[in-house]
C-alpha cells in the first residue's frame, strides 16, 4: 500500500485577447516630421482670441482634439507584432537590405550586417 494519495487538479484557461496591431508613428520619420508639421499648423489656426465664455472655450479645445485625432490617423503606420518582430530596426536596416537585395553584393551584405549590429547595439544601450 501506498502512503500517496492522487490528486486531481482543474485549471481553468480563460480565453484571452492578445494584440496583434499596433499603431504608431515611427521616430524620426516622415510620418513623424508632417505629424509636427501638420500639428503646429492646427495649432497656430485655433482662433484664441474671443475665448470670452466656456462654451466658447470647449469649441477650441474640441476643435483642437478633433484635429489632433484626424492628424494622427492620417499619418500612423499599422504594424503587426508577431514573435519575430524586432522594435530595434529602423529606416537605415531597412535602407541597407534594400541596397543588398538590389546587387547581391558582398561588400552590400558586410554593411547590411554591420548597420544591424550598430543599431541593435545602441537601441539596447538606450534601454539601459
Not at 11 to 21: A, L, M, W
Not at 72 to 97: A, G
Amino acid at each position: 500500500m501506498s502512503d500517496h494519495i492522487p490528486l486531481t487538479v482543474t485549471i481553468p484557461i480563460v480565453e484571452e485577447y492578445i494584440q496583434t496591431k499596433k499603431q504608431m508613428i515611427v521616430k524620426d520619420s516622415d510620418e513623424e516630421k508632417m505629424l509636427i508639421k501638420e500639428l503646429i499648423k492646427s495649432i497656430s489656426s485655433i482662433n484664441t482670441s474671443d475665448l470670452l465664455n466656456i462654451i466658447l472655450l470647449k469649441n477650441a479645445v474640441l476643435t483642437l482634439a478633433c484635429s489632433m485625432k484626424r492628424i494622427w490617423e492620417e499619418n500612423l503606420k499599422i504594424i503587426n507584432i508577431t514573435k519575430h518582430s524586432k522594435s530595434w530596426w529602423d529606416n537605415n536596416c531597412s535602407q541597407y537590405l534594400k541596397k543588398y537585395r538590389l546587387t547581391q553584393s558582398i561588400d552590400n551584405w558586410k554593411q547590411f550586417k554591420k548597420m544591424v549590429k550598430n543599431t541593435k547595439q545602441s537601441f539596447f544601450d538606450e534601454k539601459f
